[in-house]
């Protein structure tokens, strides 16, 4: 594959291999080997000049991607220029397409390209066309994730909730305002407030405002994103939603066909709400939590992190599923025409390969960012283990990671108090196969109430408001945020723009330290107002204020780096004082331990409560509630839970409680109960810091989503065991840099050793470096060992699955010498069961999958979990092996490993 270009300030080390569609209608990739040596064989067909993968020889719609790119122009000051020339390369491929009956026809600039309905023999024809690169699908791709007032068994409602760790909530509303502090425990007050309080809770966490005007530190207090235009998806059918009205009578949402319109579908409305909602109208916490005992009297607002801004519509088209044209077409006319500044993603392609649609995303993305559009895309809710999607693993992108906000779980469920901004339990984290990380996390698992239309695509059936939850959450969030970075940079820099790279480095070093490993947190929580104070002191400023927020901007942003086990990589990164003073920088690196266990693993057997009798709001118990012990300075708790069912069709989750009885963390996956195959049959969530004393979980029937705006869900038919453990976690440190002076609004270079660790796969660290002003910045490392040239072994560790897309995914390298007579890599996976899949690929130098196996197998009337992947006469060059999770696990253990072994044919 093409490697996208890299711009200034950028640690990209790798190409884009292995870009996959995991959300496609028509094409929903069940990962098969046929499929992927479909494409395998396309690219290297013989008859034709140009591939055409995953089925698009058969004709029907397609994309015709083209040799010559105009990557030269800029697509924004050279729109004009770069669009007749993209026109005239297409043009006799077009007229081609209409004369041979091709309908639909749509030209792309970037990537130049052109999508079109056509017959088979017509895909013949282009693939004998010397202009032509390849053809492959224009798949449908979910854009956004709609659920429906019906997809759960319906439970019969309760007034009230059940006993609870600390008592039962009192009729409260939620909290009062106040300045957030990460991972504080807030407390359910006994009677509404005065005033409305103002949703979403995110909007106060990340520091842009919390409803007290005179609040200080709130970045919108400096910047409100005025003058920014920010696109997502689905903007045009809720223009003329009431919260998207500013008091002067002007729309938040521009370039509308329709200002009536009210009627997007649920993720488009909390998109919109987390940005631009105006807080001018207020809503009762009881009707938006009906089966809750809220209070009629307790009220909020609805107001976004940059609610000066303006959005247009991404694509144009408001549905939640879009074919890939119309995804690239809106990216082209959005930077070409509407002249957005920031873009907003949340459609999600997963990182296996052997689909090409990621690569175009990425391809326009990358177009769009060297044109100076920031470009933030949700990394994924699929869990952290390796699961980021493919536009958020492009490191022009800034991929957004999320965290838990329990304020709406415990007003609902009735908890007397909540801790917030743990890692939410389905972000999706660990290195991406291009070896990047998440940037940095927003509000993601119910970060508060937003926006929705009755009865409209997803939204609840009585009341216009529904709970965010989702990275695609904190992608519109961190979206907001670079609004309000680029007005304080444009009011303090004569009207000029900060590019891009600028925008991802000012978020990220601004970001707070939230203490998770740095493949999940990337640089830590999105703090706009300590962003908002950085941008107005960059290079070239003409801000004389207060130095009341310091900052410390580190250059790349992050760091990727690849090589040989027991090798030392020589790095550096340049550190900016976003202060008018000068200080002082140390720092030391950081990165997580082994986990060892705190408690003895308990096993219990699953029950489901007597059916007439009403199911708590918080939902059935399950199984017995347990306690355990924390040890004291434990950095970090690994809770886990399994349950062996054989149809995969029952959804089980688990809720922590700390020794105050305050709610912490809650497990989650992406089942649909009664579903055979949905359900993962285990789930994993993290504690940060956790309080020392003894700590409670209870076990919990689950639906989809656990939408709280939904009845609770009914109980699943699962009668067998469980078991649920508890590991712990420390932080180990070591000096990285000498203390370095660095002069006011100066930059210095620091000089970093890396060190590879044996083992092949990829591991994480951090540097954190701390400024005597206060300033502070967390800069994450990515660590790709590889395996031997001659040949080695490797081991794949299974942490995980939340059954969303993909299960786990983890990427092996290796480097393949010239004149090798083949390449061998021979798989086992210690558990068999048929629930229990796994895929493997091999991928060549250029991003081609040459061999696929999958396990278990049958052999000999048995399950077995061996697979071999195979290249005769490996082109020399960085090759890379897959090992995929599918979805589910069998339930049966907490840890299994894949062992690889890898020979080059030579008797190496």
């Given amino acids: 594959m093409v490697k996208p270009p890299v711009l200034a300030g950028s640690s990209s080390r790798r190409k884009l291999a292995g870009a996959s569609l995991a959300l496609s209608l028509t094409f929903a990739l069940a990962i098969s080997g046929g499929t992927l040596a479909n494409a395998a064989s396309a690219r290297s067909a013989g008859s034709h000049g140009a591939p055409a993968f995953d089925g698009s020889a058969a004709g029907g719609k397609v994309i015709v991607v083209l040799k010559q790119q105009q990557a030269g122009m800029n697509l924004r000051t050279q729109a004009k220029q770069r669009i007749a020339a993209a026109h005239g390369v297409q043009a006799p491929i077009v007229a081609s397409i209409r004369s041979h009956g091709g309908t639909g026809v749509t030209q792309l600039t970037a990537p130049d390209a052109v999508a079109a309905t056509v017959s088979a023999a017509e895909v013949a024809q282009l693939r004998d066309n010397p202009a032509v690169a390849e053809i492959v699908p ?73 409803g007290n005007p005179n609040a200080p530190d709130e970045a919108n207090s400096i910047a409100t994103g005025q003058g920014v235009i920010i696109a997502n998806m689905g903007m045009n059918e809720l223009a003329g939603d009431p919260d998207l009205q500013r008091a002067d009578g002007s729309h938040v949402v521009i370039d509308a066909p329709n200002y009536t319109a009210d009627d997007g579908n649920d993720e488009t409305f909390e998109d919109a709400a987390s940005v631009g909602a105006q807080g001018l109208i207020v809503y009762q916490y009881s009707k938006a939590l009906p089966f809750s005992n809220v209070s009629p009297g307790c009220t909020f607002t609805i107001k976004g992190d940059a609610p000066g801004a303006s959005l247009v519509d991404l694509s144009e088209i408001d549905t939640p599923i879009l074919a890939a044209s119309q995804i690239l077409a809106g990216i082209d006319n959005a930077v070409t025409t509407v002249h957005a500044d920031v873009i907003s993603e949340s459609f999600g392609t997963n990182s296996t390969p052997g689909d090409r649609f990621g690569q175009l995303l990425a391809d326009a993305d990358n177009a769009a960012v060297a044109a100076g559009v920031t470009v933030v895309e949700s990394s994924g809710d699929s869990g952290p283990q390796g699961t980021m999607i493919t536009a958020a693993d492009d490191p022009n992108v800034i991929a957004a990671g999320g965290v838990d906000n329990l304020h709406i779980v415990a007003l609902n469920d009735g908890y007397h108090s909540y801790v917030s901004n743990n890692m939410a339990a389905q972000s999706s984290g660990g290195v991406a196969p291009t070896g990047k990380v998440v940037d940095l996390v927003a509000s993601d698992w119910f970060g508060g109430e937003t926006d929705c239309a009755p009865l409209i695509n997803g939204c609840p059936d009585d009341y216009p408001i529904e709970a965010a939850a989702g990275t695609s959450e904190a992608s519109p969030l961190i979206a907001g945020a670079a609004a309000d970075v680029i007005q304080a940079y444009r009011d303090t820099h004569n009207g000029a723009s900060p590019t891009p790279v600028m925008i991802k480095d000012i978020l990220t070093g601004t970001a707070t330290n939230i203490d998770a490993p740095a493949d999940e947190q990337g640089a830590g929580l999105l703090d706009v107002y300590a962003a908002v104070k950085a941008a107005q002191q960059m290079p070239g400023t003409t801000y004389a204020g207060a130095d009341d927020a310091p900052g410390l901007i580190a250059s790349p942003s992050q760091l990727d780096v690849s090589g040989n086990g027991g090798s030392v990589s020589d790095q550096s990164v340049s550190l900016y004082n976003a202060g008018s003073r000068a200080t002082t920088v140390t720092g030391r690196y950081r990165w997580i331990g082994g986990q060892f266990p705190i408690s003895p693993v308990v096993t219990e057997n699953v029950s489901a409560p007597n059916p007439s009798l009403p199911v708590p709001v918080a939902g059935a118990t399950a199984a017995t509630t347990i306690t355990f012990n924390v040890p004291p300075h434990l950095s970090r708790l690994d809770a886990d839970m399994i349950w062996p069912d054989p149809t995969n069709s029952n959804v089980l989750e688990f809720v922590l409680f700390n020794p105050q009885g305050a709610v912490v963390q809650e497990s989650y996956d992406d089942g649909t109960p009664g579903q055979a195959g949905s359900a993962p049959n285990m789930q994993h969530a993290e504690v940060t810091d956790p309080t020392p004393g003894l700590w409670t979980a209870r076990f919990l029937w689950g639906g989809i989503d656990d939408y709280v705006e939904l009845p609770p869900a009914a109980p699943g038919t699962y009668t067998g065991s469980m078991s649920f453990r508890v590991y712990g976690q420390y932080f180990h440190t070591a000096p990285a840099i000498a203390p370095v002076t660095i002069a006011a609004r100066s930059s210095v270079s620091i000089p970093l050793q890396l060190f590879l660790p044996v083992q092949p796969g990829d591991s994480s660290e951090s540097v954190q470096l701390s400024a005597s002003n206060g300033a502070a910045d967390s800069v994450p490392i990515a660590l790709r060992t590889l395996i031997p040239s001659d040949g080695g072994s490797f081991q794949t560790q299974i942490i995980g699955t939340s059954a969303r897309d993909i299960g786990q995914i983890n990427t092996y390298e290796i480097d393949v010498p010239a004149g090798q007579p083949d390449l061998d890599v021979s798989l086992h996976a210690t558990d068999a069961s048929a629930d229990n899949e796994f895929t493997y690929y091999l991928v060549n130098p250029s991003g081609t999958v040459v061999a696929t196996a999958s396990t278990p197998q049958t052999v000999n009337g048995q399950a077995v979990g061996d697979a071999e992947l195979t290249a005769a006469s490996p082109t020399a060059g960085q090759w890379q092996i897959y090992v995929v999770l599918d979805l589910t696990v069998s339930g049966n253990e907490f840890n299994q490993t894949v062992y690889g072994d890898v020979t080059d044919g030579a008797g190496g």
């Fill in 138 to 210: 224009n798949v449908m791709v979910q854009v956004s994730q709609v659920h429906t007032e019906t997809a759960r068994p319906v439970a019969p409602k309760v007034v009230g909730t059940a006993a609870r760790p600390g008592g039962n909530g009192p009729p409260g509303y939620g909290r009062s305002p106040a300045t957030i502090a990460p991972l504080r425990t807030h407390v359910i007050p006994a009677r509404c407030p005065s005033t409305p309080v103002q949703e979403p809770e995110a909007v106060a966490d990340i520091h842009a405002s919390n």
